[in-house]
């Protein structure tokens, strides 16, 4: 796939790094992207959903059939990767999104359906953290593995220990003020 013909920089070229060491980036102004930053998301989403979610899907699907998915996630992030690399350097000088880049490439039509799987892709992330949110703080019952979670063990069955309270309480006082945010800054 050839990337489009323009008159910016190719980005990772010797002139400019592909990411600044600092939050200002090499075009000026604020809200770049930076090393540290990069470093950071990467880290959380292996930490928080890799490890929490492949021995899950190996267990429900199957140790062969596991690894295939795996295979072809990996398979669509180096090609994901391949598209960012390609075609930022092409955006003319200015900030390209993610789905602006995947439109360059694909079309205006790919990059709104891009739009709907990061959308589900999102929401589904939100509810396996709440899950997990609930074993902890409240415990589970049920297939064998019964524990009572971190607040029934230091203060005993009370209703505000519950599964749901506790996962309310921290939907609306904590998940909700870091989605309504519109950056997040490291």
Do not use: C
């Not at 492949?54 to 199957?62: D, Q």
């Not at 607040?151 to 599964?163: D, K, S």
């Amino acid at each position: 796939m050839t990337p489009p013909a323009s008159g910016g920089k190719r980005a990772g070229g010797t002139d400019e790094p592909l990411l600044p060491e600092f939050s200002g980036g090499v075009h000026g102004g604020g809200g770049g992207a930076s090393v540290s930053g990069a470093v950071f998301n990467v880290s959380t989403s292996i930490v928080g959903a890799g490890i929490m979610s492949i021995p899950a899907a190996m267990r429900v699907l199957g140790v062969a059939p596991a690894l295939l998915l795996i295979a072809a996630v990996a398979a669509l992030a180096d090609a994901s990767v391949e598209f960012m690399l390609r075609y930022t350097g092409w955006a003319g000088g200015k900030r390209a999104t993610y789905a602006e880049l995947m439109g360059d490439a694909f079309g205006r039509g790919s990059a709104a359906v891009l739009n709907v799987f990061i959308a589900f892709t999102t929401t589904g992330t939100l509810v396996v953290y709440l899950i997990i949110i609930g074993d902890v703080m409240s415990g589970s019952v049920g297939g064998g593995d019964d524990h009572a979670g971190v607040l029934r063990e230091l203060f005993g069955a009370r209703w505000w220990t519950g599964r749901q309270f506790v996962l309310l309480v921290t939907a609306v006082f904590v998940r909700l003020p870091l989605v309504l945010r519109r950056r997040v800054v490291v």
